[in-house]
């Protein structure tokens, strides 16, 4: 991708950045209102004041420094703004991974981790002898909800614990939670223990009991995809005075997971920032991503994209209908024509599913020698000049983009199955208000009318330009 900038504090940041006073903070925000910015800035503060700090106290070990993040893309992302950030010298000890790529590290484990897909083929197995007439994905996602928020020894808490963080449909009553608890979990935790398999949650557990790092400074970003069980984890290693730091929104959430702080340890923030103002998106493409997901319920820790908070105007979003083809054949032209500067800006060109669902895209770009790179599950951030980035959904989480394009939103991507639960649909919805949030001048999104997403219809009509090819 073209270079990064190194952001500069504005005056609301500022405040935030300069609070050194030590202890727990959060900071809160919509999409666009440079949460990531706001903490790599306070980074770089923070790294100076605990460096001085050492200095006066006469304290000659390095300052111990982690900065954490849900997904590989967003941490490369994170680290190369962070080394722009970080004073240099030999007494900071900087790193900066993804929250499973610490755990291994912090605790040791050098064993191989159960893959989601071999989890789910046990924890299926166990839904159809349980006869629970429930859809399997969302009682997978049940499962990995409860596991990230409890600790072993406390899984009967779960019958009683109001379920924070998860939809309301299809009801999860008592009787049920009985069920899914020893008919599904106990069975499964009973295998996992026979043939000594390690999942992410008993990776997040481990490094509970690892020693102690003894951390000054942490960062966490994108925490609203963290787990209850990985805030434990990274809590536990904090030196005995500490700055620690969590980002969030959990309207941004895309992931069956939750994270009580004061399950995880902190009873109590020394202070809470919110950050109003949306530095990136134009109030258009804000309005757009507000339709998405009105009418979510928003908790204390959630912000709804707002429209009165952006700086500037441009134009509506653009929605193309047409055969991929005739798509495609459009985002060409729009990505060769006045409005979009190659030289200088920045196109992220998204999808919900990776793989073979990009090849498309990758031969019609080539035939047009336009120039990209792919961003999804690397762990380094590409230092090249291409100006268009392919991703899914998921890995451009964190970041922007000047130009969003969403081509080919079909049903087949948000199947009825994806649909198929209250939670599942806000996931979803959430996750598109996602990607059209990562842009800061122009987004464009097409279908196919016949194979349309549902999504489609959380389109406010007065909020984009509809265009029929």
């Given at each position: 991708m073209l270079p990064l900038k190194n952001p500069k504090a504005?005056?609301?940041?500022?405040?935030?950045?300069?609070?050194?006073?030590?202890?727990a903070v959060l900071i809160r925000g919509a999409a666009g209102s440079g949460k990531t910015s706001t903490a790599l800035l306070?980074?770089?503060?923070?790294?100076?004041?605990?460096?001085?700090?050492?200095?006066?106290?006469?304290?000659?070990?390095?300052?111990?420094?982690?900065?954490?993040?849900?997904?590989?893309?967003?941490?490369?992302?994170?680290?190369?703004?962070?080394?722009?950030?970080?004073?240099?010298?030999?007494?900071?000890?900087?790193?900066?991974?993804?929250?499973?790529?610490?755990?291994?590290e912090i605790s040791g484990y050098s064993g191989s981790v159960l893959e989601n897909s071999s989890r789910d083929k046990i924890l299926k197995h166990f839904i159809s002898q349980s006869k629970i007439a429930l859809d399997p994905k969302f009682l997978i996602s049940e499962i990995d909800y409860l596991l990230g928020r409890f600790l072993p020894a406390d899984l009967l808490s779960y019958l009683t614990t109001e379920r924070r963080g998860r939809g309301l449909s299809p009801r999860v009553d008592t009787p049920l939670r009985q069920r899914i608890l020893h008919d599904v979990v106990f069975p499964y935790i009973a295998v996992k223990d026979k043939e000594t398999l390690f999942d992410w949650n008993d990776l997040a557990l481990a490094a509970m009991t690892g020693d102690r790092a003894g951390y000054q400074v942490v960062i966490v970003d994108e925490a609203q995809d963290f787990s209850t069980n990985q805030a434990r984890a990274i809590i536990s290693h904090l030196a005995p005075e500490h700055s620690l730091t969590f980002v969030?929104?959990?309207?941004?959430?895309?992931?069956?997971?939750?994270?009580?702080?004061?399950?995880?340890?902190?009873?109590?923030?020394?202070?809470?920032?919110?950050?109003?103002?949306?530095?990136?998106?134009?109030?258009?493409?804000?309005?757009?991503?507000?339709?998405?997901?009105?009418?979510?319920?928003?908790?204390?820790?959630?912000?709804?994209?707002?429209?009165?908070?952006?700086?500037?105007?441009?134009?509506?979003?653009?929605?193309?209908?047409?055969?991929?083809?005739?798509?495609?054949?459009?985002?060409?032209?729009?990505?060769?024509?006045?409005?979009?500067?190659?030289?200088?800006?920045?196109?992220?060109?998204?999808?919900?599913?990776?793989?073979?669902?990009?090849?498309?895209?990758?031969?019609?770009?080539?035939?047009?020698?336009?120039?990209?790179?792919?961003?999804?599950?690397?762990?380094?951030?590409?230092?090249?000049?291409?100006?268009?980035?392919?991703?899914?959904?998921?890995?451009?989480?964190?970041?922007e983009f000047d130009h969003v394009i969403i081509p080919g939103l079909r049903e087949k991507f948000t199947s009825a199955e994806d649909m198929s639960d209250d939670d599942s649909v806000l996931a979803l919805r959430r996750l598109l208000a996602m990607g059209v949030g990562r842009a800061r001048k122009s987004v464009v999104i097409g279908y196919k009318a016949e194979e349309a997403s549902d999504l489609v219809q959380y389109f406010r009509a007065d909020c984009y330009e509809e265009i029929k090819l």
């Open positions: 504005t005056p609301e940041q500022l405040v935030i950045v300069t609070d050194d006073d030590p202890g306070r980074l770089s503060y923070l790294s100076s004041y605990w460096l001085r700090r050492h200095a006066r106290l006469g304290v000659h070990e390095p300052v111990r420094v982690q900065v954490l993040t849900f997904n590989r893309t967003l941490a490369g992302y994170v680290e190369q703004l962070a080394r722009l950030q970080a004073p240099n010298g030999i007494s900071l000890d900087l790193n900066v991974a993804t929250v499973a790529a610490w755990a291994k969030m929104d959990t309207t941004q959430r895309i992931y069956p997971r939750y994270l009580n702080f004061a399950e995880a340890g902190i009873a109590r923030f020394r202070r809470t920032h919110t950050l109003k103002r949306n530095y990136r998106n134009t109030r258009e493409i804000a309005a757009f991503a507000k339709g998405i997901v009105e009418g979510l319920k928003i908790d204390e820790d959630g912000s709804l994209p707002d429209p009165a908070t952006a700086a500037i105007s441009g134009a509506k979003p653009r929605v193309v209908v047409g055969r991929f083809s005739r798509q495609m054949d459009w985002i060409i032209s729009y990505l060769k024509g006045p409005l979009v500067n190659l030289q200088d800006e920045t196109v992220g060109i998204l999808m919900i599913n990776g793989g073979g669902w990009f090849d498309d895209v990758r031969s019609r770009l080539n035939r047009a020698n336009l120039e990209f790179t792919e961003l999804q599950q690397r762990r380094s951030w590409p230092v090249s000049d291409e100006p268009i980035a392919l991703s899914t959904f998921h890995s451009a989480k964190g970041l």
